[in-house]
């Protein structure tokens, strides 16, 4: 079962105004990380990463997942069946498009990664963290 864990932004870790954002990342990376976008399905540049290291936040770079939970779910964006600790991520509703999901959040940053889905049955935890890959960066071991 998933639970949602809000955070408000006066305990984030990173705080920037939307100017420092605009100036970090590229329009895409924003639209993405500050506004919610998603990515189209299978164009991801993480979305085969098979080695062995840890993803991180583009944000902020706060760690966020590691290559050992990462799995093929065949959906079109990395996933994760957990991330690296209970407090990397912030999960909270989102009932946009019609649809009730779990947003996935960077803690540390506020930034979005993408939705937290019960649908992994092969899984350890029975979780799918599908995470944009224009969200996370890859640093190897």
Not at 42 to 50: A, D, I, K, V, Y
Not at 54 to 66: D, M, Q, V, Y
Request: charged content about 30%; proline content about 3%.
């Amino acid at each position: 079962m998933i639970t949602l864990r809000k955070l408000t932004m006066t305990e984030r870790k990173v705080e920037k105004t939307e100017e420092q954002w605009r100036e970090e990342l590229t329009e895409f990376e924003y639209h993405v990380l500050r506004e919610a976008g998603t990515e189209r399905a299978f164009t991801g540049e993480l979305l085969n990463e098979e080695r062995k290291g840890t993803f991180r936040c583009r944000g902020c770079n706060a760690e966020l997942f590691t290559s050992t939970t990462k799995f093929d779910s065949h959906c079109g964006w990395p996933s994760f069946y957990e991330p690296k600790a209970d407090h990397a991520v912030e999960l909270r509703e989102d009932n946009s498009h019609g649809m009730k999901r779990v947003e996935v959040l960077c803690r540390a940053c506020g930034s979005h990664l993408g939705h937290v889905f019960e649908d992994a049955p092969q899984t350890p935890t029975g979780d799918r963290f599908c995470i944009n890959s224009v969200s996370i960066t890859f640093e190897a071991e």
